[in-house]
């Protein structure tokens, strides 16, 4: 049976106070719509449609953007009048033999393994319901039961009497059912309730009473079925996925310091034996090979970082690859399109962009290095500096193996400096300067004996 699913996402979300449609802000990196479009495709649906609302455009501009693994398809619900119309929406669209999904786009963090249990207890054109026990059941819609237990519907908070409110056993929205069934009963919702809504839960009452088991699914989390309506929910879920992600990190032979000051904001593949101090973010896709050591305070994006390297602290790493037994900072920036091979070492206060610096190469100290080409075994001196922008065109410095560069010595792009060669400390360096040999520019050196130091007026 084919599975169609349908995310509901047409809600306003003003509790959120932005400009930013609700389920546009991002959760770890990625907007609480992607993760659950990520789920969804995670259960291989043949097709997924988001009803959309408030800020329509800029949600389907906005995700048109992100690789389509798996399309979607955009369907409006102009006027929010209930869950059970902007499921009404999608239904048009869904073939009559399909088993069907509701997901929330607002509830991000909704486990593909819970799902599979929610369809299971749909199968043979059962109903399938995901609730769960809360302490504090206020707000949601409470699940009526028969006294042998059979599910009879769900009552809403603002509809409930006060034996009803009692019950601790609430709704969380997610539901599986078969196509032709949702569809009649959807066709027959009314809008007779305290709110005026067309409630999506009325379908419950309509299931139990044409004799259909309503089977119960519990989540295997309850930071699963919790939905984002301020920021502070947004930042308790933040933490929760964080907290998971920390755990099967560590349960994978990745030392975490401290577990509650690491934020993974997209993939990481590593090898054994990683250690990553407190307070670093990884973002993006990050490859850290055997033994990477990540000091205190670094942020990582979109790269990848050979075995035994050691990154220091308060560095700043991004769309760089790495290679191994390198040592970086503390207090090095690695910008995009950069590539440092085995044994590189940069040192603090050192700037690298859009370079390539070869194996065993040094730059240790207080250094902008940018669009230059850096062999093997270069040891670049204190506060050497690569002028490679002339105010309106970038130009590249090539500087060949086993050259010794001076402090603070600015290379003139475009320009080369031959192999073996030395440049002396504070040279500008404006032509190229010839393999093997000593090239210097500086001022002469005077000493005057006569000088006298000024002194106070009196
Ligand atoms: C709904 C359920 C309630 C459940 C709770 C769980 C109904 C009638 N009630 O209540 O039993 O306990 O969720 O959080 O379904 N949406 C639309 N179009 C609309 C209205 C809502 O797309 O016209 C979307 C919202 O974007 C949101 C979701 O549906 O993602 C739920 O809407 P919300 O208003 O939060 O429902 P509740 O009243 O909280
Ligand atoms: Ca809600």
């Known amino acids: 049976m084919a599975l169609s699913i349908v995310i509901l996402a047409a809600g306003q979300g003003t509790r959120m106070r932005s400009a930013v449609p609700k389920v ?32 329509g455009e800029q949600v389907r501009r906005q995700l048109a953007a992100r690789p389509a693994e ?24 869904i073939a009559d033999t399909d088993r069907v999904l509701v997901l929330y786009g607002d509830v991000p963090l909704i486990g593909a393994d819970t799902l599979r249990r929610l369809l299971d207890a749909a199968a043979g054109g059962q109903f399938g319901l995901l609730t769960a026990e809360l302490a504090d059941p206020s707000g949601y819609g409470r ?17 409930a009497r006060p034996e009803q409110l009692a019950i601790r056993e609430i709704n969380t929205g997610f539901m599986a059912a078969d196509a032709a069934a ?16 067309y409630y999506l839960t009325d379908v ?58 690491f934020d993974l904001r997209g993939r990481v593949e590593h090898g054994q034996d ?20 990540i000091g205190p305070g670094c942020v990582i994006r979109n790269a990848a970082i050979g075995d035994d390297t050691i990154i220091q602290a308060h560095c700043v790493i991004e769309d760089a690859i790495i290679g191994r037994n390198a040592r970086i900072g503390p207090f090095a920036r690695i910008r995009p399109e950069t590539q440092l091979a085995n044994d590189v070492r940069i040192g603090n206060f050192v700037e690298i962009k859009k370079s390539d610096i070869g194996a065993g190469s040094k730059v240790n100290h207080l250094s902008y290095i940018g669009d230059t080409t850096i062999g093997a075994r270069v040891n670049v001196g204190a506060g050497t500096i690569t002028c490679n922008y002339d105010g309106a065109n970038k130009h590249r410095t090539v500087i060949e193996d086993d050259v010794f560069i001076g402090s603070d010595t600015q290379l003139v792009a475009p320009v080369t ?5 030395t440049l ?11 393999a093997g040999a000593l090239t210097l520019s500086r001022s002469k050196q005077e000493t005057r004996s006569d000088w006298k130091r000024p002194v106070k007026k009196k």
């Not at 959760?27 to 649906?45: F, N, P, Q, R």
């Not at 949702?182 to 005026?196: E, F, I, P, S, T």
């Not at 990683?274 to 990477?292: A, K, Y």
């Open 24 to 55: 546009l802000h991002p959760l770890a990196g990625k907007s609480l719509l992607e993760h659950v479009i990520d789920a969804a495709a995670a259960l291989g649906a043949g097709q997924i449609q988001v009803v959309y609302g408030h800020g």
């Open 70 to 93: 798996h399309p979607v398809t955009w369907v409006e619900q102009a006027q929010q009048w209930g869950t059970g119309h902007a499921l009404a929406q999608a239904l048009p669209g």
């Open 143 to 159: 699940i009526l039961r028969e006294s042998d237990g059979r599910v009879t519907g769900i009552v809403e908070q603002k509809d």
């Open 182 to 197: 949702l569809k009649r009963w959807v066709a027959r919702l009314g809008n007779d309730n305290a709110q005026g809504e």
């Open 204 to 261: 419950i009452a309509q299931a139990a009473a044409e004799g259909i088991a309503i089977n119960t699914v519990a989540p295997a989390e309850l930071f699963e079925i919790m939905g984002v309506n301020n920021r502070a929910q947004l930042a308790e879920l933040e933490r929760d996925y964080q907290c998971q992600q920390a755990q099967r990190l560590m349960h994978a032979g990745v030392t975490l310091r401290d577990p509650a000051r």
């Open 274 to 293: 990683v250690s990553i101090d407190v307070n670093v973010i990884l973002e993006g896709e990050i490859t850290l090979g055997d033994r990477v050591s």
């Open 417 to 421: 400096v031959g192999a073996g060669a």
């Open 424 to 434: 002396g400390a504070g040279t500008t360096l404006t032509r190229n300067a010839p």
